[in-house]
């Protein structure tokens, strides 16, 4: 079962507008990791943002900031006054299983199909 | 200088050839990771290590191999090439680190420029 899901393959937003990014996720652990990758046309992954489960704050980093919904799974990134410089393919990821627990497979990550985004001038 | 690096950044192949990705990292971490992209989908996990004696299949392992030489250091070998491993290779590194007594990035993983890999 996909375990990352996101639903948008291309959107499209005015430059200086915001634009929202749906992820959601499925998972049965309590605790986990959400980040945000991006991925210009030049190819390298870009980290953006993360957010822990028992984060009780919404991530925020400059434009970029995570919504949150827990209850709903969801993990959706809000670009707030987008640049030309955002067109770019951007990847939800997970990685599941306790923080603490330093062994076996957790810290890996989880990637979704990823939203290619397109901003016009 | 990058933190991760990875060579060769190209590369065109023919099917049957064994070839190596290398990947290098100056951030001291101990766990690095293999992936690959195929073009329009996310990433796929090859290989993982957590230390030099710890190597652990991914998603996706098979006709592949990994040498983890040393810390900073984790190779990727294509035995036989094929046409269908043709794909953008990362490496990757990550670990954790603390502030006021709790986790704070959650494994964020650093990612290599990539390394384009042609398989004819």
């Known amino acids: 079962a996909q375990k990352i899901t996101q639903t948008q393959p291309g959107m499209f937003v005015q430059e200086k507008e915001a634009v929202t990014l749906d992820c959601t996720y499925d998972?049965?652990?309590?605790?986990?990791?959400l980040f945000w990758y991006k991925q210009p046309s030049s190819g390298e992954m870009i980290f953006l943002i993360y957010?822990?489960?028992?984060?009780?704050q919404n991530a925020t980093e400059g434009r970029y900031s995570l919504n949150f919904q827990k209850a709903r799974k969801s993990a959706n990134l809000v670009i707030s006054a987008s640049q030309l410089g955002d067109s770019a393919m951007y990847f939800c990821?997970?990685?599941?299983?306790?923080?603490?627990?330093?062994?076996?497979?957790?810290?890996?990550?989880?990637f979704g199909k990823g939203t290619k985004l397109s901003v016009k001038p | 200088d990058a933190d991760v690096t990875q060579t060769p950044r190209n590369r065109i192949t023919k099917t049957g050839k064994r070839i190596m990705l290398e990947c290098s990292q100056t951030?001291?971490?101990?766990?690095m990771y293999w992936y690959r992209q195929d073009p329009g989908l996310g990433l796929q996990l090859i290989y993982y290590?957590?230390?030099?004696?710890?190597?652990n299949k991914g998603e996706i392992s098979d006709g592949y191999s990994v040498s983890r030489q040393a810390q900073a250091k984790f190779s990727l070998s294509l035995e036989s090439a094929i046409p269908n491993q043709t794909a953008l290779y990362f490496c990757?590194?990550?670990?954790?680190?603390?502030?006021?007594?709790?986790?704070?990035?959650?494994?964020?993983?650093?990612f290599g420029p990539g390394t384009r890999l042609t398989v004819t």
């Open positions: 990757a590194t990550s670990d954790l680190w603390f502030a006021q007594g709790r986790p704070r990035n959650g494994y964020e993983q650093y």
């Open positions: 990821a997970m990685r599941e299983g306790d923080l603490w627990n330093y062994g076996g497979s957790q810290g890996n990550l989880i």
């Open positions: 290590s957590f230390d030099v004696k710890d190597i």
């Open positions: 951030k001291g971490h101990d766990r």
């Open positions: 998972t049965s652990d309590q605790s986990y990791g």
């Open positions: 957010q822990g489960s028992y984060d009780e």
